[in-house]
């Protein structure tokens, strides 16, 4: 398939741009670790500490709002050159432009720009949030964000390009982050990329009382002694198993795709009435009216 331009791609796909992307408090946490490392567990058990609002997957697929936007940084990170003088590509600047009104970040978006959104806010906690069995972590995967490790030619792809939200779900996600993420492909490299992922977050050397190690089965008390909280009376959130994050993905997405299809009659209708005037014309040309 050939690719469509990026300036053609966001005139044709474009979506409304965040209201503001000025910052409102400081970024406060960065959890770093890779999708279904209890991702969803944290986000929530973050605000009920007080860290609200903490950016997670759910927010960038329901609605897929902000998936423009993170194209565009990761454009920037792949395809530009290095600035003179500085460590990383980005900027907080750049990720206020998702990020503005959220005082954490989590899940795949985190992972991708771990780097990036370490050096870019100096002053936030670092999570490192893992899952202790690799084999456990890697089936949780497949059967959910493996979603996106695939971009095939089905009646699914069809209806991206006739819906703004659906055709960025599979712009970023299937042909850009996960890809990329994963070096090519989640099923053949997850597992190594994961391994990788941690062992390069923890090289960075940073302080103790700047970055954590921690896995659910942790639960509260190293994480509120980490973020200077009180431990809550509530046992810690549970989880989000597949079957859950399906059900979740498949409702919000129904409507992505009522979307496509009722703009897929629109623009066949439009299409047929164009082809019927058209060959109305051609045989009025032919047949011109006796004189």
């Not at 720009?113 to 949030?129: D, S």
């Not at 959130?237 to 009722?262: C, F, L, Q, V, Y």
């Amino acid at each position: 398939m050939i690719p469509i331009p990026d300036p053609v791609i966001h005139y044709l796909y474009g979506l409304p741009p965040p209201t503001s992307n000025k910052r409102k408090e400081p970024m406060q946490v960065l959890a770093v670790g890779i999708s279904r490392s209890g991702t969803d567990s944290l986000r929530n058990a973050l605000h009920i500490l007080g860290f609200e609002h903490t950016h997670h997957g759910f927010d960038t697929i329901l609605p897929p709002s902000s998936l423009e936007g993170i194209y565009r940084l990761l454009q920037k990170k792949y395809n530009t050159e290095p600035i003179a003088g500085q460590s990383s590509k980005l900027t907080a600047e750049d990720f206020d432009t998702i990020l503005s009104d959220c005082v954490g970040v989590s899940d795949l978006m985190a992972a991708e720009f771990a780097l990036e959104l370490i050096a870019a806010y100096p002053n936030a906690k670092v999570i490192l949030n893992t899952r202790r069995d690799l084999e456990s972590w890697y089936s949780s995967m497949q059967q959910t964000m493996g979603y996106f490790d695939k971009n095939p030619i089905d009646w699914d792809w069809f209806k991206s390009w006739f819906s703004a939200d659906l055709f960025w779900i599979r712009q970023t996600m299937c042909r850009t982050m996960m890809p990329r993420f994963f070096r090519g492909s989640f099923h053949s490299n997850g597992k190594w990329v994961y391994e990788q992922h941690i062992a390069l977050v923890k090289g960075l050397g940073l302080s103790k009382d700047r970055l954590i190690e921690w896995s659910v089965e942790d639960g509260w008390e190293p994480l509120c002694e980490f973020l200077g909280k009180s431990i809550p009376q509530q046992e810690f959130p549970d989880g989000n198993p597949p079957k859950a994050w399906a059900e979740r993905i498949s409702n919000t997405m129904k409507t992505h795709h009522e979307r496509a299809i009722r703009n897929m009659l629109v623009f066949g209708a439009c299409l047929i009435g164009t082809l019927v005037a058209s060959v109305g014309a051609y045989l009025r040309y032919l047949s011109p009216p006796e004189q």
